[in-house]
């Protein structure tokens, strides 16, 4: 897919507390806020299919609703399993109000 800028919400529909889920092509991808800065990371859990953007948000980690996988929002990182891998991660920008998210 093209590496090019795709816009997905108005930075005011974000809140810390509440992630969203877009849908950019075929791609899920749930976008977080943390510490004023946006994140954008693959929203389907790796261990099994749940949407990450329906979890549980605390501080800058997400928790999986189904069962209990632990990501570090600004990385990806996995850091609780049942999961065993990373999330893909992609490139945020804000302009003009606007959440715009890069898939490479």
């Given amino acids: 897919m093209s590496s090019a800028w795709h816009d997905v919400a108005g930075r005011d529909e974000l809140s810390e507390d509440q992630p969203l889920a877009v849908k950019v092509g075929d791609r899920e991808v749930g976008v977080y806020l943390v510490n004023d ?5 693959e929203d389907v859990c790796p261990h099994a299919y749940a949407l990450l953007s329906q979890g549980f948000v605390e501080g800058d980690e997400i928790e999986c609703p189904l069962h209990g996988a632990k990501f570090h929002i600004p990385t990806g990182k996995c850091i609780q399993q049942p ?3 990373d999330l893909k991660t992609y490139r945020t920008q804000v302009e003009g109000g606007r959440i715009r998210i890069a898939l490479e």
């Fill in 37 to 41: 800065a946006v994140y954008a990371l």
């Fill in 83 to 85: 999961a065993d891998r």
